[in-house]
């Protein structure tokens, strides 16, 4: 009798175990919830024996675990059909970008590598001993755009680079969308009395522009599942959550707009 109460104890800690709750966050593309036939959005509630469909190439989803504020990621090698615990694969961690002045040249191309997540207004102290900036020396981005290169020269002040949203996403006057752009690239131009050179910096370069209205709802949602037992700070889980969601993140400019939205 007692082996049976035994085993059935542990088959049931298995189960519930199993049977983890998770509260989506962030979903990119279209995942569909199979047994309500459902598209995941921000708040759908999920177990770990739940089936998922992932509808559109690529598709991917940040998830938090509801009872230890753990991050995990959802995402399949390709479209079908996939459980969650097939599909779940842990958070990447903190990757932000160190801040402080960009000293050498390695610093400036590895700094700007992939995708970049800017929230209003990036600023970046470079060494002018290596990049100077003024009117006959910047840096610009080389984008295609519909199949079009177009160069948009980037703004600076004194020493220190500036990235924003509606001077870099803008054709003609009118706005446009990161997803028209299918290649960017960082560029130096510089004229020295008659000698122009320009130079490649990173072809890799993405920024990514969140739409932070809708981040900021995503951030409510995510603080509400925060441990007591959190050993950082609220920014350190915001900011970790971003990099998972969006991209690589430079921390000095997600705390600018955290302090703006959210009491630490």
């Known amino acids: 009798m007692k082996l049976f109460t035994l085993s059935f104890l542990l088959f049931f800690f298995i189960q519930v175990a199993y049977s983890q709750n998770y509260k989506v966050i962030h979903v990119n593309g279209k995942i569909q919830k199979m047994s309500n036939k459902q598209l995941l959005d921000r708040g759908s509630g999920l177990k770990t024996d739940d089936k998922l469909n ?52 390695l610093d400036v191309k590895n700094h700007f590598q992939g995708k970049y997540v800017i929230l209003e207004t990036l600023k970046i102290p470079i060494n002018p001993q290596v990049f100077p900036q003024n009117d006959t020396q910047f840096f610009f981005v080389r984008i295609v755009y519909k199949g079009e290169p177009i160069n948009k020269k980037l703004f600076h002040h004194a020493d220190t680079l500036m990235i924003h949203k509606d001077s870099l996403l803008r054709v003609d006057g009118k706005p446009i969308n990161n997803e028209d752009i299918t290649e960017m690239h960082l560029m130096y131009y510089s004229k020295v009395n008659d000698n122009i050179t320009t130079s490649s910096i990173s072809d890799s370069f993405y920024p990514v522009f969140p739409d932070l209205q809708e981040l900021k709802k995503e951030v409510e949602l995510l603080l509400t599942t925060l441990p007591k037992d959190y050993d950082k700070t609220k920014f350190d889980f915001v900011n970790g959550y971003i990099q998972d969601a969006y991209g690589k993140t430079n921390s000095e400019n997600i705390k600018v707009w955290f302090d703006k939205n959210f009491e630490e």
């Open 54 to 105: 992932y509808l559109t190439q690529g598709a991917r989803a940040v998830v938090v675990d509801a009872d230890a504020g753990k991050r995990m990621i959802l995402e399949n090698a390709s479209t079908g059909e996939a459980s969650v615990k097939a599909s779940m694969s842990p958070s990447m961690g903190n990757i932000s970008s160190r801040s402080g002045s960009l000293l050498q040249r």
